[in-house]
Protein backbone atom coordinates (compact mmCIF):
# COMPACT_ATOMS: atom_id res chain seq x y z
CA UNK A 1 0.00 0.00 0.00
CA UNK A 2 1.26 3.42 -1.03
CA UNK A 3 0.27 6.46 0.38
CA UNK A 4 -0.16 9.37 -1.86
CA UNK A 5 -0.80 12.68 -1.08
CA UNK A 6 -3.81 12.67 -2.42
CA UNK A 7 -7.28 14.29 -1.72
CA UNK A 8 -8.31 12.04 1.01
CA UNK A 9 -5.24 12.35 2.57
CA UNK A 10 -5.41 16.07 2.62
CA UNK A 11 -8.71 16.40 3.95
CA UNK A 12 -7.35 13.78 6.99
CA UNK A 13 -4.62 15.73 7.55
CA UNK A 14 -6.53 19.05 7.71
CA UNK A 15 -8.83 16.86 9.77
CA UNK A 16 -6.34 15.92 12.12
CA UNK A 17 -4.55 19.20 12.84
CA UNK A 18 -8.03 20.67 13.09
CA UNK A 19 -8.60 18.00 16.15
CA UNK A 20 -5.09 19.01 17.66
CA UNK A 21 -5.97 22.46 18.04
CA UNK A 22 -9.15 22.06 19.50
CA UNK A 23 -7.35 19.07 22.21
CA UNK A 24 -4.63 21.82 22.55
CA UNK A 25 -7.28 24.45 23.61
CA UNK A 26 -9.40 22.54 25.70
CA UNK A 27 -5.99 21.72 27.95
CA UNK A 28 -4.74 25.10 28.14
CA UNK A 29 -8.73 26.07 28.90
CA UNK A 30 -9.02 23.70 31.76
CA UNK A 31 -5.24 24.49 33.46
CA UNK A 32 -5.74 28.14 32.81
CA UNK A 33 -9.57 28.26 34.54
CA UNK A 34 -10.57 28.27 37.92
CA UNK A 35 -13.88 26.98 38.02
CA UNK A 36 -13.61 25.66 41.43
CA UNK A 37 -15.94 28.17 44.20
CA UNK A 38 -13.85 31.53 44.75
CA UNK A 39 -12.97 31.95 48.30
CA UNK A 40 -13.35 34.53 50.13
CA UNK A 41 -10.85 35.95 52.75
CA UNK A 42 -12.59 38.54 55.14
CA UNK A 43 -9.51 40.84 56.76
CA UNK A 44 -8.39 40.27 60.12
CA UNK A 45 -9.96 43.29 61.50
CA UNK A 46 -13.59 42.80 59.96
CA UNK A 47 -15.04 41.59 63.35
CA UNK A 48 -14.15 44.86 65.38
CA UNK A 49 -15.15 46.93 62.56
CA UNK A 50 -18.58 45.41 62.68
CA UNK A 51 -18.71 45.72 66.04
CA UNK A 52 -18.28 49.14 65.98
CA UNK A 53 -20.45 49.71 63.15
CA UNK A 54 -23.10 48.27 64.78
CA UNK A 55 -22.68 50.44 68.11
CA UNK A 56 -22.76 53.36 65.92
CA UNK A 57 -26.31 51.86 64.65
CA UNK A 58 -27.24 51.14 68.25
CA UNK A 59 -26.74 55.06 69.33
CA UNK A 60 -28.54 56.22 66.45
CA UNK A 61 -31.27 54.24 67.59
CA UNK A 62 -31.23 55.16 70.89
CA UNK A 63 -31.70 58.88 69.70
CA UNK A 64 -35.29 58.46 67.70
CA UNK A 65 -36.85 58.50 71.02
CA UNK A 66 -35.82 61.92 72.08
CA UNK A 67 -35.77 63.68 68.66
CA UNK A 68 -39.79 62.80 68.10
CA UNK A 69 -40.45 63.87 71.36
CA UNK A 70 -38.28 67.27 69.87
CA UNK A 71 -40.59 67.17 66.50
CA UNK A 72 -43.73 66.97 68.62
CA UNK A 73 -42.59 70.15 71.02
CA UNK A 74 -41.65 72.06 67.88
CA UNK A 75 -45.22 71.04 65.85
CA UNK A 76 -47.41 71.90 68.66
CA UNK A 77 -45.27 75.29 69.32
CA UNK A 78 -46.05 76.20 65.41
CA UNK A 79 -49.28 75.24 65.95
CA UNK A 80 -49.94 77.44 68.93
CA UNK A 81 -48.50 79.94 66.47
CA UNK A 82 -50.41 79.66 63.65
CA UNK A 83 -53.52 79.69 65.70
CA UNK A 84 -53.31 83.57 65.39
CA UNK A 85 -52.81 83.84 62.10
CA UNK A 86 -55.97 85.03 60.04
CA UNK A 87 -57.94 82.20 58.37
CA UNK A 88 -59.40 82.59 54.78
CA UNK A 89 -59.47 81.33 51.23
CA UNK A 90 -58.38 84.10 49.40
CA UNK A 91 -56.49 87.45 50.62
CA UNK A 92 -59.60 89.49 49.71
CA UNK A 93 -61.35 87.47 52.41
CA UNK A 94 -58.82 88.04 54.53
CA UNK A 95 -58.76 91.82 54.10
CA UNK A 96 -62.26 91.69 54.61
CA UNK A 97 -62.14 89.85 58.05
CA UNK A 98 -59.45 92.23 59.42
CA UNK A 99 -62.13 95.11 58.69
CA UNK A 100 -64.67 93.06 60.40
CA UNK A 101 -61.83 93.29 63.54
CA UNK A 102 -61.54 97.52 63.20
CA UNK A 103 -65.42 97.89 63.05
CA UNK A 104 -66.11 96.00 65.63
CA UNK A 105 -63.68 96.58 68.33
CA UNK A 106 -64.34 100.25 67.41
CA UNK A 107 -68.13 99.90 67.31
CA UNK A 108 -67.44 98.37 71.20
CA UNK A 109 -65.65 101.45 71.92
CA UNK A 110 -68.07 104.51 70.45
CA UNK A 111 -66.25 104.95 67.32
CA UNK A 112 -67.18 105.05 63.54
CA UNK A 113 -64.57 102.83 61.46
CA UNK A 114 -66.57 102.19 58.33
CA UNK A 115 -64.50 103.06 55.15
CA UNK A 116 -61.46 101.22 54.47
CA UNK A 117 -58.74 103.22 52.35
CA UNK A 118 -56.21 100.95 51.02
CA UNK A 119 -55.81 97.50 51.12
CA UNK A 120 -52.56 95.15 50.12
CA UNK A 121 -50.67 92.02 50.55
CA UNK A 122 -47.59 91.30 50.95
CA UNK A 123 -44.87 88.27 51.74
CA UNK A 124 -43.93 88.28 55.51
CA UNK A 125 -40.44 86.29 55.57
CA UNK A 126 -40.35 83.07 53.56
CA UNK A 127 -43.24 81.16 55.09
CA UNK A 128 -45.94 83.73 55.25
CA UNK A 129 -47.77 86.68 54.27
CA UNK A 130 -49.21 90.22 55.57
CA UNK A 131 -52.42 91.15 54.45
CA UNK A 132 -52.98 95.16 55.51
CA UNK A 133 -55.77 97.44 55.63
CA UNK A 134 -55.88 100.84 56.29
CA UNK A 135 -58.86 102.64 57.70
CA UNK A 136 -59.82 107.09 58.93
CA UNK A 137 -61.84 107.57 61.59
CA UNK A 138 -62.40 110.59 64.41
CA UNK A 139 -62.45 110.11 67.82
CA UNK A 140 -61.77 110.88 71.15
CA UNK A 141 -58.02 110.10 72.85
CA UNK A 142 -59.60 108.11 75.29
CA UNK A 143 -61.56 105.84 72.82
CA UNK A 144 -57.93 105.48 70.48
CA UNK A 145 -56.29 104.17 73.64
CA UNK A 146 -59.12 101.64 74.82
CA UNK A 147 -59.27 100.97 70.84
CA UNK A 148 -55.29 100.54 70.36
CA UNK A 149 -55.63 98.07 74.03
CA UNK A 150 -58.83 95.70 72.60
CA UNK A 151 -56.78 95.16 69.46
CA UNK A 152 -53.76 94.24 71.18
CA UNK A 153 -56.31 91.69 72.67
CA UNK A 154 -57.79 90.32 69.93
CA UNK A 155 -56.59 86.51 69.15
CA UNK A 156 -55.21 87.02 65.87
CA UNK A 157 -51.46 87.94 65.49
CA UNK A 158 -52.21 91.81 64.75
CA UNK A 159 -50.21 94.58 64.46
CA UNK A 160 -50.62 98.94 63.32
CA UNK A 161 -48.31 99.35 60.62
CA UNK A 162 -49.17 102.93 60.55
CA UNK A 163 -51.11 105.66 62.98
CA UNK A 164 -51.94 109.29 62.25
CA UNK A 165 -52.91 111.12 64.35
CA UNK A 166 -53.82 114.77 63.49
CA UNK A 167 -56.29 117.17 65.79
CA UNK A 168 -59.64 118.12 65.01
CA UNK A 169 -61.18 121.23 64.85
CA UNK A 170 -64.58 120.10 67.00
CA UNK A 171 -65.59 121.41 70.16
CA UNK A 172 -65.49 117.25 71.78
CA UNK A 173 -61.82 117.75 70.83
CA UNK A 174 -61.90 114.84 68.70
CA UNK A 175 -58.66 113.67 66.56
CA UNK A 176 -58.50 112.14 63.23
CA UNK A 177 -57.07 108.85 62.94
CA UNK A 178 -55.56 106.71 60.07
CA UNK A 179 -54.58 103.43 60.79
CA UNK A 180 -52.97 100.02 59.36
CA UNK A 181 -53.47 97.42 60.68
CA UNK A 182 -51.93 94.04 59.34
CA UNK A 183 -52.40 90.25 59.95
CA UNK A 184 -50.27 86.96 59.18
CA UNK A 185 -51.77 84.62 56.68
CA UNK A 186 -50.19 81.84 54.86
CA UNK A 187 -47.86 82.29 52.22
CA UNK A 188 -50.17 80.66 49.26
CA UNK A 189 -52.75 83.88 49.41
CA UNK A 190 -49.62 86.37 48.48
CA UNK A 191 -50.33 87.02 44.89
CA UNK A 192 -46.79 85.17 42.70
CA UNK A 193 -44.77 88.46 41.33
CA UNK A 194 -45.07 89.19 38.28
CA UNK A 195 -41.99 90.62 35.56
CA UNK A 196 -38.63 90.61 36.16
CA UNK A 197 -38.39 89.59 39.59
CA UNK A 198 -40.08 86.33 39.01
CA UNK A 199 -37.27 84.86 37.17
Known amino acids: MTFSLGTIDRRTLVLVLVMLGLL??????????????AVVVAPSDSIPVAENRLERLRQAAATVPGKEEVLKKALAELETRQ???VKADTSAQAQA?????????AMAN??????AEEMRVRPLANDFGEVSVTVTFACAIEQLVNFMAALANEPQILATNEINISGGTDKKKNVQVRLGLSGVVPKKLVPARRGPASF
Open 110 to 115: GIDARG
Open 83 to 85: AGM
Open 97 to 105: QLIEVIRRV
Open 24 to 37: VAVILRSALSNDGP
